[in-house]
């Protein structure tokens, strides 16, 4: 039986894993622009970004088998010997090792490496055939040794550094605090790695995973059109049309003028010129939108997506609410820490149990109870962090302080910039594993739903037995002294790899945990200001971008959204009650023009 759950277990992870695999595939496929795509570098994107959700993934798996080992009772299993325990810690051990090693490979050595290859590519030398693939490899490898010295440095602080000695306290002779302590160099030295890089990635997500977290609902709730396709391309058709027989008047009147053409008419022939490609342009779009030329799968694609469209505005309004319980539950416990701490500063803010309900806490303990409930979960929620955090850097951009050095955008991501948001999202990441073991789900992610019984056993050596005493059966806590507690109660590896990092580095801890209060403000600042802030229209800029911008500009506003979307399914266009529809888009290319 052991053995089927434990397999049941791991086979969900597999699962678990192709599906990120595919969602990292679409998001490359759908950011990286078409005519720059390369084969190189999408392949080292797809799998730096399948390694570091694979990292995250992997703690509802460590919950459940940890959490199998005990029964309802509080007791430990017949099965669950102290071999059997050890064996699975030290295999999820192992796999954390592993892919925290594969994420710190990948972001400080593979990622720059194949961001130096691709800049070293030159078309003009590679025609001439003065460049060839060793000689790129070189170039690449040379800059590349810079990040070898920084991993080389960074290990070499961590395996000297001291950890933290002031160990005051009575609470530090807990047999928990006792094993969080570094036993070898090299086990420090990655503490102190993986310490680091959690840090970094705190910085970033503090900013764009706030911002995103506010910003993708209210994207939702804001998406639907304000003028339909058919709509769109019927008032486009009307303004051409004008536009052209303005264009035949002025040419007319001027027709064998040997003056030539007054220099009054002339500007305005050529703003006419450029507002004709402009509207062609446009034409082309709304063609585009509606299926025309493509296929009836293209098509039939169209109308389920216009069916569907009210279905997001609903989905909106509901991630709304899931984002500020989440929102409300992490403040919840960052007083709860920052108040009945035990150690405060000196550990991280280690928290031994919760105090204040806590309700996606106590979600997650519940829905442990029956696996893979809690992994849904856990994955719908990672998920809603790393969309939040692409929706955030694709927001803000990718920033020197003010100056914006790439812009991350749907078919529009040059393979330069994938590589830089590879590497935010690994560091992103890691920073979300912290937050949502240490301040979303504390004591799920240390102990998910196991429970010790304290009645003393009747002899020794015995289980304790609390089948007619339920009263006595309590849930496990870093700060339980019962004998029994700590032979039934077995904590979570990846708590204790964070809680050894904050541990013995208690620099780390305290930054990390005063970003999480920081993270709620910018949110809540970012939230209040999308939600009062009407969107504006550049349509300026929507028309240099030709294709996905203008669609995303010119079918996405804030009024007569649910007209739109019938106007969308039914596939016509309403009746013109007025000609202003297309004298609307000649007048907003014109105010374009002006500015």
Known sequence: MALIQTAFIWVAYAVALGVVALIAAIFTYVYQTPRDRSALV???????????????????????????TTSKLGAKKDWATPETVHHILLTLKIVYYALYSLDAVLCLLVVPF???????????ETEEGTQTLSKRFLGALKYTLIFVALVVILFLVGFFVPVARNRAGGHFDLDYFKRLLAENHGERALTFALGLLISLGTLLYILYTAAGFALLPISFIKSAPSISAPQLSETTATALEQNRERQRQIEGRNAGRDAGMPPKDQRELEALVREERTLVRRERLAAEAQGEGKSFIVKAWTKVCAVFRPLKLIGGILLLLLSIIIWVSMLITGIDKAKNSICKEHCGYILGSINVFQPVNWVFVQASRVFPVDYVLMALLVLLFFSSSVAGIASIGIRFLW?????????????????????????????INYSIAMMV???YATYGAQKFCSNAPKHPGEQPDCANLPDLVKFCSELSKDHASKDVCTPSVVSTFLNRVTFNFPFFGALTFWAQFVFMGVFLIVFLLSLF????????????????????????????????????????????????AGRGIRGDDSHAEED
């Open 403 to 431: 100056v914006k050095l790439f812009e991350i955008r749907k078919g529009h991501t040059t393979p330069q910039a994938m590589l830089v948001v590879t590497v935010m999202l690994t560091l992103i990441m890691l920073a």
């Open 114 to 124: 194949t961001y130096f290859l691709y800049e070293e590519y030159d078309d003009v």
């Open 42 to 68: 999408s392949t080292v994107t797809i799998i730096t970004l399948t390694s570091l959700l694979a990292t995250v993934l992997l703690l509802p798996v460590d919950i459940a088998l940890v959490s199998s």
């Open 533 to 580: 802030r009407t969107p504006k229209l550049n349509l300026s800029e929507m028309d240099e971008d030709a294709e996905a911008d203008e669609e995303e500009g010119l079918l996405a506003s804030t009024g007569r959204r649910f007209g739109a979307t019938w106007q969308d399914i039914r596939g016509k266009a309403a009746k013109p009650t007025g000609g202003a």
């Open 441 to 443: 789900a504390p004591q």
